[in-house]
């Protein structure tokens, strides 16, 4: 092998592709395995003709096919794949969801546990302790919600949504669920005070 070039010491022409450089440095390799001044020989071949394709390729003289992987590419950052785009929210809703810190979930959580544990308890007492207790969780909701936002209309609007749709959803379940409630003595405006209580609670944790 010639010691002039690293295409000479290869065998190969100034134009090789880099296949043909990868298949004369294996070949070489092969042939003078067991040889170490001949296997460092070919070695330095290999890596000489690499860094003078890598100079070549930033100055822009040669284009190099996006197959071909020189080592020096690994320290190139690797190119972000594509990523299935987000689901966002609407605008709206993003703007009325809220955030909250732990805190701001288990004290109302707690405080209307223990109202619907009255509701559910205290049968006996009737309409007249639901309506009290049911004043109070309202009072609980617009109380966290103008916390948060300082926005006392706005704490009214969304208790009043919440309360709404929670006698709503709590009436039109009692009605599906008579039966079991009967089994467990539990009356259909208990039942709906309770669902009522998970809205306000939601309302008034998750919302702003």
């Not at 100034?14 to 070949?27: K, V």
């Not at 190139?76 to 009325?96: C, F, V």
């Not at 969304?158 to 709404?164: S, V």
């Not at 009967?182 to 919302?207: G, H, K, P, R, Y």
Request: glycine share 6%; with cysteine.
């Amino acid at each position: 092998m010639s010691e002039s070039n690293p295409y000479e010491k290869l065998g190969l022409k100034q134009d090789a592709t880099f296949d043909q450089i990868q298949e004369a440095r294996n070949r070489l390799a092969t042939q003078h395995d067991g040889d170490s001044q001949h296997l460092d020989m070919v070695e330095e071949a290999y890596d000489a003709i690499l860094m003078e394709r890598l100079r070549m390729r930033q100055e822009g003289k040669i284009k190099v096919p996006e197959g071909i992987k020189f080592a020096e590419r690994l320290s190139q950052p690797p190119q972000k794949q594509n990523q299935s785009p987000k689901i966002q929210s609407p605008s709206w809703l993003e703007k009325l969801r809220d955030r909250p810190s732990p805190k701001d979930i288990l004290l109302p959580g707690g405080l209307f546990l223990s109202l619907s544990g009255l509701s559910v308890v205290y049968p006996t007492v009737g309409a007249q302790l639901l309506q009290v207790v049911l004043m109070v969780g309202v009072c609980l909701s617009i109380y966290f919600i103008r916390r948060k936002e300082q926005n006392f209309s706005r704490a009214i609007l969304l208790t009043g949504a919440g309360l709404i749709v929670g006698l709503v959803v709590g009436g039109l379940l009692a009605s599906l669920l008579i039966s079991p409630l009967s089994q467990i003595n539990i009356q259909a405006e208990q039942f709906s005070t309770v669902v009522t209580f998970v809205v306000l609670w939601l309302v008034s944790s998750f919302l702003r």
